[in-house]
C-alpha cells in the first residue's frame, strides 16, 4: 500500500498578520489542493514529524527527537488546547523498531507539543480531529543540534516500519523553510529567560502574550523592511525543495548547521521535519511530488512552502 507525503510550513502569524489578499487567497487555495489530496488518499494513520518552540519541550530534558504515544497540545496561538488522538499501539511500535534500528528516540507516553505539531494538524483535518495520528518531535530550535545524517536515518527508520503495516499512512513534516523569527536562545538567554527555557510550562496568560506580542511586533516590522531581521532566501529554499524533489534525501546529510543558519536563519533547522518525512517515504522506493507551492511571505517572516508526494506503485 503506498504511502503518502505533504510537507508545508508553519506560522504563527497566519491569520494575525497576514500579507496581501492575492498570497493570502493563493495560500489558501493551496491548502485547499492539499486537503484534498489528503482527502482522496484517506489516511488511515498520519504520522507528523513537528518541533516545538519551548511551549512543550524544554531544557530540563531536551532530546533530538521524540515519538509521542501520547500527547497533548498545549493550544498555543490560537491552536486547540488538549489530548491528541495519538495510536498509542503504533506509536509503540514505532519506538521499538526505530530502537532496534540503533537510533536512540526517545519516548514520552505525554508529549506536549505546540503549534509546530498542531497547527499543519488543523490546517490538514480541521479543529477537533480525530484521525489516528503519532507526533513525533524534531528538535530543530533547541541548539546544539546533531548531523542532519541522523534525522535522515530516523525518517528512514520509520518508513521502513511504516512500509511493512501494509496501511495507508500519511507523513507529514510541518517547518518553515528560510526564516528567523525571534524565538530564545540558551546562548543568549539572561537568568529569566534561561529558567523559562528549562522550566516554562503552563506559562501564566501574560507571559504567553507578552512572547506572543514580540512575535507579531517583529512579524510588523519584517515586513514594514526591518533589515535587523535576516531576510528570507527564497534562493536557498528553491535549492532544498529542489533536492527533495528531485529524490536526493540523501544529499542533506551534507548540509550543516552552520550552513542552514547562515543560509537560511535561525529557524531553517526545522527543515529537518522535511528530511525526516522525504527519508521516511523513500524507503519504499521511488516517489513522484505531486505538487509544491512557495511564496516568501514578509508578514509571516517565513519563506512558506508546501510539497505533496506519493510513492510510486
Ligand atoms: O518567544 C517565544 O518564546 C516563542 C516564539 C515562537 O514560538 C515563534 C515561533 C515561530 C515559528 O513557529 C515559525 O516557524 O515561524
Ligand atoms: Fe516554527
Known amino acids: ?31 485547499d489542493r492539499v486537503r484534498t489530496f489528503v482527502e482522496d488518499f484517506d489516511p488511515e494513520l498520519t504520522i507528523v514529524f513537528g518541533p516545538d518552540h519551548y511551549n512543550g519541550v524544554f531544557y530540563d530534558m531536551m ?37 532496534d534500528d540503533g537510533i536512540d528516540v526517545a519516548q514520552s507516553e505525554e508529549l506536549h507539543v505546540d503549534h ?33 545524517q541522523r534525522i535522515r536515518l530516523l525518517g528512514e527508520s520509520i518508513g521502513r516500519e511504516i512500509e511493512s503495516w501494509n496501511k495507508r499512512v500519511l507523513i507529514v513534516g510541518s517547518g518553515g523553510l528560510s526564516h528567523d523569527p525571534p524565538v530564545p536562545r540558551l546562548d543568549e538567554a539572561t537568568p529569566e ?9 503552563n506559562p501564566s496568560p501574560e507571559l504567553r502574550a507578552e512572547r506572543q506580542r514580540r512575535v507579531i511586533e517583529a512579524g510588523k516590522a519584517h515586513a514594514a523592511g526591518d533589515t535587523s531581521f535576516q531576510q ?7 535549492r532544498i525543495m529542489n533536492t527533495f ?11 550543516t548547521t552552520d550552513w542552514m543558519e547562515k543560509n537560511g536563519g535561525h ?12 527519508a521516511a517515504l523513500s524507503t519504499g522506493g521511488s516517489y513522484t511530488v ?24
Open 1 to 31: 500500500m503506498p504511502l503518502a507525503l505533504c510537507t508545508l510550513s508553519h506560522s504563527p502569524l497566519y491569520g494575525i498578520n497576514d500579507p496581501d489578499p492575492s498570497v493570502l487567497n493563493a495560500v489558501d487555495a493551496a491548502f
Open 63 to 99: 532530546p533530538a527527537f521524540c515519538i509521542g504515544s501520547g500527547a497533548r497540545a498545549v493550544g498555543d496561538w490560537g491552536t486547540e488546547p488538549g489530548p491528541l488522538p495519538v495510536d498509542r499501539t503504533a506509536a509503540r511500535r514505532l519506538v521499538s523498531a526505530v530502537l
Open 116 to 148: 509546530g505539531i498542531a497547527q499543519p494538524l488543523e490546517f490538514l483535518f480541521g479543529k477537533r480531529y480525530s484521525n489516528p495520528l503519532v507526533p513525533v518531535f524534531v528538535n530543530a530550535v533547541g541548539l546544539p543540534l546533531g548531523p542532519m
Open 193 to 201: 529567560v534561561l529558567a523559562r527555557l528549562i522550566d516554562g510550562r
Open 232 to 238: 528570507i532566501n527564497p534562493d536557498f529554499d528553491a
Open 245 to 255: 524533489a528531485d529524490s536526493a534525501v540523501s544529499e542533506t546529510d551534507s548540509w
Open 267 to 278: 529557524s531553517a533547522h526545522e527543515i529537518r521535519s522535511w528530511v525526516a518525512a522525504f
Open 290 to 313: 505531486t505538487n509544491r507551492w512557495y511564496w516568501p511571505v514578509q508578514e509571516w517572516m517565513t519563506g512558506f512552502g508546501m510539497m505533496t508526494a506519493i510513492q510510486e506503485a
